[in-house]
Nanobody, 124 residues
């Protein structure tokens, strides 16, 4: 059974940092590109960051580029999202998902698997 479990969300003040983790099971992470998506209240889900199988290619949305860093440890079946200099507009539920990473962008496919999410709230 394919599972992705996110953790590491919470309440943080503007300018603070969080490191999200995603542990996967039921498939080999080294076979799939992995990504982080988020959905803010009342907004559509958006792709935030993605990493190729061996991390030689990454994608960041314009809104997080320079502040967020994606990484993965295939041996530990895990992916991470280090979020620095957080802003109130980063408040959202964050999900990890298997994705398709192309040179023109990153997106979920019809066979993507997504976790249940972890909530990030950025507020003073």
């Amino acid at each position: 059974q394919v599972q992705l479990v996110e953790s590491g969300g919470g309440l943080v003040q503007p300018g603070g940092s969080l490191n999200l983790s995603c542990v996967v099971s039921g498939f080999s992470l080294e076979d799939r590109a992995i990504g982080w998506l988020r959905q803010a209240p009342g907004k559509e889900r958006e792709v935030v960051s993605c990493a190729s199988i061996d991390s030689d290619a990454t994608y960041y949305s314009r809104s997080v580029r320079g502040r967020f860093t994606i990484s993965r440890d295939n041996a530990k079946q895990s992916a991470f999202l280090q979020m620095n200099n957080l802003k109130p507009e980063d408040t959202a539920d964050y999900y990890c998902s298997t994705v398709k990473l192309k040179n023109y962008g990153c997106f979920e496919g019809s066979n993507s698997s997504r976790g249940q999410g972890t909530r990030v709230t950025v507020s003073s």
